[in-house]
């Protein structure tokens, strides 16, 4: 069971350090290239749909959530459900950390 441990253990280093690392760089230079600096390029946009005030869209019908309400929603929710989720992952594996000033 310990080689079997070994070889599990081996192949996920290997794995993780030579073959997913390289491929997630290599397709960020792939991407970035392809839609021509997006990352970059489009910040000036993102603040201006940030910061409208505009309550109406372009055919004249009100929003009923604004741009910026829109992100705040959408980053709560991946915040949130990440915490949540780390929380349980964490006094799965190992516990809650016992106190050191307890009693």
Same mark, same amino acid.
């Given at each position: 069971?310990?080689?079997l &441990? &070994?070889? %599990?253990?081996? $192949?996920?280093? $290997?794995?993780?350090?030579?073959i %997913?690392?390289? %491929? @997630?760089i290599?397709?960020?230079i792939?991407?970035?290239?392809? *839609?021509g600096? @997006?990352?970059?390029?489009? %910040? ?6 940030l910061?409208?005030?505009?309550p109406?869209?372009? *055919?004249?019908?009100p929003q009923?959530?604004? $741009?910026?309400q829109?992100f705040? #929603? *959408?980053a ?7 915490n #949540?989720?780390g @929380?349980?992952?964490a #006094?799965?594996?190992?516990g /809650?950390e /016992?106190c050191?000033?307890?009693?």
């Amino acid at each position: 069971m310990e080689s079997l &441990n &070994n070889w %599990v253990l081996a $192949a996920g280093d $290997a794995l993780w350090t030579w073959i %997913v690392l390289p %491929v @997630v760089i290599a397709l960020g230079i792939w991407f970035t290239v392809r *839609s021509g600096v @997006v990352q970059f390029r489009m %910040v000036p946009e993102m603040f201006r749909t940030l910061t409208d005030k505009t309550p109406c869209d372009e *055919s004249g019908k009100p929003q009923s959530v604004s $741009a910026f309400q829109a992100f705040t #929603i *959408s980053a709560a929710s991946r915040v949130g459900v990440g915490n #949540i989720a780390g @929380v349980g992952t964490a #006094i799965a594996v190992g516990g /809650p950390e /016992p106190c050191s000033g307890c009693g």
